[in-house]
């Protein structure tokens, strides 16, 4: 079947490095999607990979490891406004439709 | 002005009342659709379409109707609205599978 985990919440100081984990099951593997979302507002596109290992843009960096079915979100130089919650979503639904997980909400704190 | 739109931005009904949630985009997708978002549950997928004539269901499609009027509009209907479809509904629209999507800014629906 299809599954998507991810913690529900986490908090991290302003200024510091936080890593969100996502661990997933999707037959027919297609890549591996991270979307942020303000609380009321859309979800936005951070990032995509569909090859092991580490892609940085910017403050943010994704990671993939396609054996062990498992991604992270690095968030660094950690500001206020990146209190939100953090999606992850594959294509492993029916027709390659994204399944997403329940969002993990990062509060950043002074 | 936004990519994708949706109409109306915030709709409060009354139990058994028909509502329609509208959705349009101007990125010249084919592939549209519609999500609920319901606190602890995440994005659960209603409906899909990949082109006019090419609508599917999704996770969670009973009680929900669509139309796709045109390639830049997509409707969602619940024929006769219940509590339990109060929730946040958002549209998007994607060039295809394994493409990011593009959300509109969501339509908060409560019914009473």
């Known amino acids: 079947g299809q599954n998507i985990d991810q913690p529900t919440e986490m908090t991290a100081t302003e200024g510091a490095i936080v890593q969100i984990n996502c661990t997933y099951q999707?037959?027919?593997?297609?890549?591996l999607f991270w979307y942020q979302q303000h609380a009321g507002e859309a979800p936005t596109f951070l990032s995509y990979?569909?090859?092991?290992g580490l892609e940085e843009k910017g403050r943010f960096s994704s990671f993939l490891s396609r054996s062990k079915g498992y991604s992270y979100l690095l968030l660094k130089e950690l500001q206020m406004k990146d209190s939100a919650s953090y999606l992850c979503?594959?294509?492993?639904?029916?027709?390659?439709?994204?399944?997403f997980g329940k969002g993990t909400k990062l509060s950043v704190k002074p | 002005d936004a990519d994708v739109t949706q109409t109306p931005r915030n709709r409060i009904t009354k139990t058994g009342k028909r509502i329609m949630l509208e959705c349009s985009q101007t990125?010249?997708?084919?592939?549209m659709y519609w999500y609920r978002q319901d606190p602890g549950l995440g994005l659960r997928l209603i409906y899909y379409?990949?082109?006019?004539?090419?609508?599917n269901k999704g996770e969670i499609s009973d009680g929900y109707s669509v139309s796709r009027q045109a390639q830049a509009k997509f409707s969602l209907s619940l024929e006769s609205a219940i509590p339990n479809q109060t929730a946040l509904y958002f549209c998007?629209?994607?060039?295809?599978?394994?493409?990011?999507?593009?959300f509109g800014p969501g339509t908060r629906l409560t019914v009473t």
């Open positions: 990979n569909v090859l092991d």
């Open positions: 999707t037959s027919g593997f297609n890549g």
């Open positions: 379409s990949f082109d006019v004539k090419d609508i």
């Open positions: 998007a629209t994607s060039e295809g599978t394994a493409y990011e999507q593009y």
């Open positions: 979503a594959s294509p492993g639904g029916s027709q390659g439709n994204l399944i």
């Open positions: 990125k010249g997708h084919d592939r």
